[in-house]
């Protein structure tokens, strides 16, 4: 028998990658995490000054939902969508001379803020970040179906965990309601609907969804999210007033001043447009590859959902094209894209690993941790790669569940062959 030349070897070992069992990944995610945690620790200290005087400090993104809060409490919520009353108050509650932080977000949102805004700045941010974590944490449990502990230090460890505790983000709420939809969806679509429904402080996360749903004909779900959605709106209303949505509205037509004109770092982006912008095109030619991209999305989605695929290949993929057809994902919302690795996951462990998939699952960490990097230094737009490897995956088990079902499908029988006269 002829000797493997030690390239056909390598080859063997990182298509199959039977070395990446549940062991080593648990570890490798532990190294990972301390590691990340560490750096955090780091920028945390040098942001505030430890070891060397900043000249222009930072703040988080979360100081945009505090302020905008603490306005809705004196009972000015219209004002949290002007700058300078927003930044005036976001002064008071860190430093004077820190980055203004926009808010764009719908007034529902304000409801969470203003109950946030009671607390102490710093005591809300923890509050926040620890209860949207437990149910990030809590909704990935039911996905991988897991027990125990060990699993968690490899989830902790994807780099959008950290994009998100490090600007206060709310990207654990928004894949925990995304992803609690994804599980309910086919057995409680009631209380799939509500979840998603409550989503609609981020309404451009649903742009996919009623192309899936409609497909998929779970109107049960659709309806339900309507209503959710005319509810948190009316109550908003009531708390708000209209002429805090009509500041809103205004505001938001006004976003794309701060969206397409770079305010917001085009490394930070994971989306086509953003990609775009990064290359140098002008944020017109980046919206018509957006446009484009989001067609191909709901072209897609809604042939998936209407074959009727399963549960984990239906809803990982929806997920991550959610991440390639809107125009505004950054760093943090990739978090969306790990509760679709955990569907695919959980997909691998009832019918097995095919080819470099572990391989390329495994490698949407490192590429999730150099995206900003890589953005800000050479401007290469590796935001969308991961999610379009991850899409890939999804396709390829898709066309063999097709397949499958092709191959498994009775095969006609030709009336004489029954014995019938013809």
């Given at each position: 028998?002829?000797?493997?030349?030690?390239?056909?070897?390598?080859?063997?070992l990182?298509?199959?990658?039977?070395?990446?069992?549940?062991?080593?990944?648990?570890?490798?995610?532990?190294?990972?995490?301390?590691?990340?945690?560490?750096?955090?620790?780091?920028?945390?200290?040098?942001?505030?000054?430890?070891?060397?005087?900043?000249?222009?400090?930072t703040?988080?993104?979360?100081?945009?939902?505090?302020?905008?809060?603490?306005?809705?409490?004196?009972?000015?919520?219209a004002?949290?969508?002007?700058?300078?009353?927003?930044?005036?108050?976001?002064?008071?509650?860190?430093?004077?001379?820190?980055?203004?932080?926009?808010?764009?977000?719908?007034?529902?949102?304000?409801?969470?803020?203003?109950?946030?805004?009671?607390?102490p700045?710093?005591?809300?941010?923890?509050?926040?970040?620890?209860?949207?974590?437990?149910?990030?944490?809590?909704?990935?449990?039911n996905?991988?179906?897991?027990?125990?502990?060990?699993?968690?230090?490899?989830?902790?460890?994807?780099?959008?965990?950290?994009?998100?505790?490090g600007?206060?983000?709310?990207?654990?709420?928004?894949?925990?309601?995304?992803?609690?939809?994804?599980?309910?969806?086919?057995?409680?679509?009631?209380?799939?609907?509500?979840?998603?429904?409550?989503?609609?402080?981020?309404?451009?996360?649903?742009?996919?969804?009623?192309?899936?749903?409609?497909?998929?004909?779970?109107?049960?779900?659709?309806?339900?999210?309507?209503?959710?959605?005319?509810?948190?709106?009316?109550?908003?209303?009531?708390?708000?007033?209209?002429?805090?949505?009509r500041?809103?509205?205004?505001?938001?037509?006004?976003?794309?001043?701060?969206?397409?004109s770079?305010?917001?770092?085009?490394?930070?982006?994971?989306?086509?447009?953003?990609?775009?912008?990064?290359?140098?095109?002008?944020?017109?030619?980046?919206?018509?590859?957006q446009?484009?991209?989001?067609?191909?999305?709901?072209?897609?989605?809604?042939?998936?959902?209407?074959?009727?695929?399963?549960?984990?290949?239906?809803?990982a993929?929806?997920?991550?094209?959610?991440?390639?057809?809107?125009?505004?994902?950054?760093?943090?919302?990739?978090?969306?894209?790990?509760?679709?690795?955990?569907?695919?996951?959980?997909?691998?462990?009832?019918?097995?690993?095919?080819?470099?998939?572990?391989?390329?699952?495994?490698?949407?960490?490192?590429?999730?941790?150099?995206?900003?990097?890589?953005?800000?230094?050479?401007?290469?737009?590796?935001?969308?790669?991961?999610?379009?490897?991850?899409?890939?995956?999804?396709?390829?088990?898709?066309?063999?569940?097709l397949?499958?079902?092709?191959?498994?499908?009775?095969?006609?029988?030709?009336?004489?062959a029954?014995?019938?006269?013809?």
């Open positions: 028998m002829p000797r493997r030349r030690p390239t056909q070897r390598l080859i063997e990182l298509r199959d990658a039977s070395w990446l069992n549940r062991d080593r990944v648990a570890a490798w995610g532990l190294v990972l995490l301390v590691e990340e945690i560490l750096l955090l620790g780091f920028i945390a200290l040098w942001q505030h000054g430890v070891f060397t005087n900043i000249a222009a400090p703040s988080s993104d979360f100081v945009s939902f505090y302020a905008a809060g603490k306005l809705a409490l004196a009972g000015t919520p004002l949290a969508y002007d700058h300078a009353a927003h930044y005036l108050v976001q002064q008071q509650a860190t430093f004077e001379g820190a980055h203004y932080q926009y808010f764009f977000y719908p007034p529902v949102f304000l409801v969470l803020c203003a109950g946030l805004a009671k607390l700045y710093a005591v809300a941010y923890v509050v926040f970040q620890v209860a949207t974590l437990g149910m990030f944490i809590a909704m990935m449990r996905v991988l179906r897991e027990h125990g502990w060990r699993w968690i230090p490899p989830l902790l460890a994807f780099p959008a965990v950290f994009w998100n505790l600007l206060g983000q709310n990207a654990f709420l928004s894949a925990a309601l995304f992803g609690g939809f994804t599980l309910l969806v086919d057995r409680r679509p009631r209380s799939a609907g509500v979840l998603l429904g409550m989503l609609c402080y981020k309404p451009h996360f649903g742009l996919l969804v009623p192309v899936a749903l409609a497909f998929g004909r779970r109107w049960t779900a659709f309806f339900a999210s309507a209503a959710t959605m005319a509810a948190l709106v009316g109550v908003s209303v009531l708390l708000f007033g209209w002429h805090t949505w500041v809103y509205l205004q505001a938001f037509a006004g976003s794309n001043s701060v969206y397409a770079g305010l917001i770092d085009f490394a930070g982006y994971v989306t086509p447009f953003g990609a775009a912008r990064l290359l140098g095109f002008g944020p017109w030619p980046a919206y018509a590859m446009a484009i991209a989001a067609l191909m999305m709901a072209g897609l989605i809604g042939l998936i959902w209407h074959r009727g695929m399963s549960q984990p290949l239906r809803t993929a929806l997920l991550t094209a959610t991440l390639l057809a809107v125009p505004l994902a950054l760093l943090y919302d990739k978090l969306l894209l790990l509760v679709a690795i955990g569907w695919l996951i959980r997909e691998a462990r009832e019918h097995g690993f095919l080819p470099w998939e572990k391989l390329l699952l495994t490698a949407v960490y490192p590429i999730s941790l150099l995206t900003w990097v890589l953005g800000i230094g050479l401007h290469i737009p590796v935001g969308p790669m991961s999610s379009t490897a991850v899409l890939f995956l999804c396709i390829r088990r898709i066309w063999l569940e397949s499958a079902r092709a191959h498994a499908a009775p095969v006609p029988v030709p009336v004489q029954l014995g019938a006269t013809p």
